[in-house]
């Protein structure tokens, strides 16, 4: 049987809350791949849904659909997560720019804090 050491320990406790907090904002049954997709933009906000894409390892259409879950509006144009912005580039109309809205922004405050990172 493997043991941990004590630092190992609390740092899978930490993470273990950390996700208990994004479960109790997105829902008890969200899908890995969405958490997946707001730390992605929580890490490096201001992409493209293409370069969400890549990170994710996902279809546009796939990383679409998840980041789409996460605004405002879900894919079924009912309330979403409000975790995320959609904004148009100004560069280029045909795009959608991600970044975190102030809730988001909040929620990535509180997983850092709660990994101990602030």
């Keep these: 049987m493997d043991t941990l050491s004590s630092a190992e320990r609390e740092a899978l406790e930490r993470f273990a809350r950390a996700l208990r907090h994004l479960r109790t904002i997105m829902g ?3 899908p890995s791949q969405i958490v997946q997709a707001y730390l992605a933009v929580a890490l490096e906000e201001g992409k493209p849904v293409n370069e969400y894409a890549n990170l994710l390892g996902a279809s546009m259409t796939t990383a679409s659909r998840h980041l789409m879950d996460l605004a405002e509006r879900n894919r079924y144009k009912r309330e979403g997560f409000r ?5 148009g580039n100004p560069l280029d109309e045909r795009e959608k720019l ?6 988001g922004r909040a929620m990535r405050q509180l997983v ?5 990172v602030r």
């Design 112 to 116: 850092l804090e709660t990994l101990g």
């Design 98 to 103: 991600i970044t975190l809205s102030q809730h």
């Design 83 to 87: 975790l995320l912005y959609r904004q």
């Design 28 to 30: 008890r049954n969200v």
